[in-house]
């Protein structure tokens, strides 16, 4: 377990640290495809944002409730699930987690290629942020943390992405009917908070929605149908991964050899 836990810490630092350093100068085109994509939506007439928006802010309580939710929820439900999963449904671990990573992984190329403003970056059409208006706990609460983020990387959407992940695995493999329905409402959840705070798109939890199913998909598929190759592919993706973390606890030790680097790595 604690090596899994290892290689999701490991893999999701690198993911952050992309985030970060893939648009450091993206806000010109970051605001021309929020134009773009509001534009669209009008057009489709599934320009939702905005109403939502101003509902939420008529009531301050669910407001500062929602902006926490978008804070926490994102990490500890889907970390939660990944070691309910892990210990209680080992046989479906291996394809959850390689579906999730490599949805992740396609998302990194869409906050590089298509750099997007967040609705609550545009007050000229009626957006507010409801932790800046109400001074209350948020992901983006302060400058610190907003250094800390790509604020412009929007689409897709990973809450969504990574509530729906959690969402069909309670339902697929779960037998309470209470955790079913937990998970159908998480992912609902999700997308009402993460377009009622202004910090996505309608269009960015669609596209959030299609690239985890594609992958789970996917994934699944070739766990199932292609399980050797499967394992290689997992092998080659992981193992520089473990071998630069023993390389670093070997520095940090003094040793002269990297404990474990050579054990092969298990899918």
């Not at 699930?81 to 579906?99: F, K």
């Not at 929007?154 to 309670?170: K, R, T």
């Amino acid at each position: 377990m604690w090596r899994e836990l290892l290689l999701i810490a490991l893999f999701y630092s690198a993911y952050t640290l992309t985030r970060i350093v893939l648009v450091q100068d993206g806000t010109g085109p970051a605001f021309r495809h929020a134009d773009s994509i509001l534009g669209l939506e009008r057009f489709l007439g599934i320009d939702v944002e905005l109403p939502m928006n101003q509902w939420l802010l008529q009531e301050p309580w669910l407001a500062k409730a929602a902006n926490a939710f978008y804070a926490t929820a994102h990490f500890a439900v889907t970390l939660g699930v990944v070691i309910w999963v892990y210990r209680y449904r080992p046989q479906a671990y291996r394809w959850a987690r390689t579906g999730i990573m490599a949805a992740t992984g396609v998302a990194l190329l869409g906050f590089w290629l298509y750099p997007l403003a967040p609705p609550r970056f545009l007050p000229s059409y009626g957006f507010v942020d409801p932790v800046t208006a109400l001074h209350s706990f948020g992901l983006y609460a302060s400058d610190a943390s907003g250094s800390l983020t790509n604020q412009y990387a929007a689409m897709p959407s990973m809450h969504a992405g990574w509530a729906l992940w959690c969402g069909f695995l309670l339902v697929k493999l779960t037998t309470q009917r209470w955790a079913k329905l937990l998970g159908v409402i998480y992912p609902a959840t999700t997308v009402f908070v993460i377009l009622s705070t202004a910090n996505h798109y309608l269009m960015d939890a669609v596209a959030g929605v299609a690239v985890i199913s594609a992958a789970m998909g996917l994934s699944y598929i070739l766990y199932y149908r292609c399980p050797e190759r499967a394992a290689r592919l997992w092998r080659r993706f992981t193992s520089p991964l473990v071998q630069v973390f023993y390389r670093a606890l070997a520095a940090v030790r003094g040793d002269s050899g990297a404990p474990g680097a050579a054990r092969k790595s298990s899918i």
